[in-house]
């Protein structure tokens, strides 16, 4: 079983609760997920059965209160998205998105019934939903949308096209973005809305073991009461991001252990010049900043979620740790699959899966840039994006 990294007793900090948890999904992902995921992999499918046993381990949305939602603590939750993501970023993105993307929303933004009819099913994995924000032309710069809404008696006709949306296609709830009389709105639109259609994108070299689909919304009539009423402008899916992007700090920390724990016991057991890799100067050097990356990103992802469960969490502080958790597991994950040289590049381990996926990860729910630019603002007051 999986171990885990922890080199400054990390554990000593944890709830005899997250820990718990944390061994538990452990356990799930290693016994469930692990054996699935090579050949999911490479058919470029996401095993759909997974998603229920999510739901029934209430992994879903876990960390939201009421509704019958476990409401566990932020740096629980965390640790969820560390395990999920050591199986696969595309586990991961499945919880995140339904959890952060589509019932966040709704918890926060949604009217009473919204809430009645959506967040036990989801928390279930009985539904599952997807959160259309990004565009063929609008990724980074949302706020530029094109997608609009309109009123029509009562009835919103909704027309645009969303790119790039996680579990399009096998969704039986979009949460949809536009623009309603210039302002950017929530919309909740059902699978077989007639107008409404979601291909998937089957192109991918990363992420493969995730569903990645268009939205097609051509004349798509919903009812008034599919409005997220507590949304008004860019603030509403930033908040959703924000969550989402908190999930992603520690799942990239699950990544970047998987890697460093596979490129250590492969060097271990690898001779070459009759000794083993892990006997070499170079490897000790790689292992050992791998190890200190990995530490300090660890300490970055607890703090931030004490911060969180305290209330004085920062989207700006999420930018700081998504963006540098992203990019130290990506460097780690490149390492590593160098260091186990030719059966790096091969399926059979995980390194380049795992590398492959971070090359996404760091490019979803805000680039490298563009934290980087919001750190900038946060600096200096100068909006360089503006
Ligand atoms: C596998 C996958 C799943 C996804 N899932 C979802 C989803 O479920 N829902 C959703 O809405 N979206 C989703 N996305 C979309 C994702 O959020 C966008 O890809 C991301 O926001 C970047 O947008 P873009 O791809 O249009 O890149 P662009 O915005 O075109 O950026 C291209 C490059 O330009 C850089 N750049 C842009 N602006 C600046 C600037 N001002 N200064 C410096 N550099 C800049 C970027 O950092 C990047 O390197 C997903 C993407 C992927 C790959």
């Not at 054996?35 to 058919?43: A, K, Q």
């Not at 339904?98 to 009645?116: C, D, N, R, T, W």
């Not at 296609?169 to 909740?188: C, N, P, Q, Y």
């Not at 507590?230 to 700090?249: E, F, N």
Request: glycine share 10%.
């Amino acid at each position: 079983m999986f171990k885990g990294v922890d080199y400054y007793d990390l554990e000593s900090e944890l709830s005899p609760e997250a820990r718990m948890i944390r061994d538990s999904v452990r356990k799930f992902v290693e016994h469930e997920f692990l054996p699935l995921v090579r050949d999911h992999y490479r058919s470029g499918a996401f095993p759909m059965h997974i998603v229920p046993m999510l739901g029934e381990l209430g992994l879903l949305g876990a960390n939201l209160t009421g509704y019958g939602l476990p409401g566990i603590d932020n740096v629980s939750y965390g640790l969820v998205m560390q395990e999920l993501e050591r199986g696969d970023s595309g586990l991961r993105s499945v919880a995140s998105v339904q959890g952060a993307l589509v019932m966040y929303p709704i918890h926060a933004f949604g009217s009473e019934a919204q809430k009645e009819r959506w967040l036990r099913s989801l928390a279930s994995g009985k539904a599952i939903g997807c959160f259309g924000l990004t565009e063929p032309d609008h990724g980074s710069d949302p706020g530029s949308m094109q997608t609009k809404a309109k009123k029509d008696g009562s009835q919103y006709v909704l027309n645009g096209t969303k790119m790039w949306i996680t579990n399009g296609s096998v969704a039986d709830l979009a949460v949809v973005w536009a623009k309603l009389d210039g302002v950017i709105r929530g919309f909740l639109v059902e699978r077989g809305t007639p107008g409404f259609s979601a291909p998937e994108i089957t192109s991918k070299l990363s992420l493969r073991a995730s569903v990645t689909s268009e939205l097609i919304l051509e004349d798509v009539r919903v009812p008034a009461d599919s409005l997220l009423p507590g949304t008004s402008g860019l603030k509403g899916p930033l908040m959703c991001l924000t969550q989402a992007r908190y999930g992603i700090v520690w799942g990239a920390l699950g990544a970047a252990m998987a890697c460093f724990e596979e490129a250590l016991s492969y060097t271990k057991e690898r001779k070459m010049f009759g000794r083993t890799v892990a006997s070499f100067q170079l490897t000790q050097a790689k292992l050992a900043d791998m190890l200190t990356a990995i530490t300090a990103a660890q300490l970055i992802a607890l703090q931030l979620g004490r911060l969180k469960d305290a209330g004085k969490m920062r989207p700006q502080q999420v930018s700081l740790a998504k963006r540098h958790n992203v990019r130290m597991a990506l460097d780690v994950a490149r390492t590593a699959r160098g260091m186990l040289g030719a059966n790096g590049i091969s399926d059979e381990y995980q390194v380049m899966r795992h590398m492959c996926n971070l090359e996404s990860v760091d490019t979803y729910e805000g680039t490298y840039e563009i934290h980087t630019l919001v750190l900038g603002k946060d600096l200096t007051g100068i909006d360089a994006m503006s």
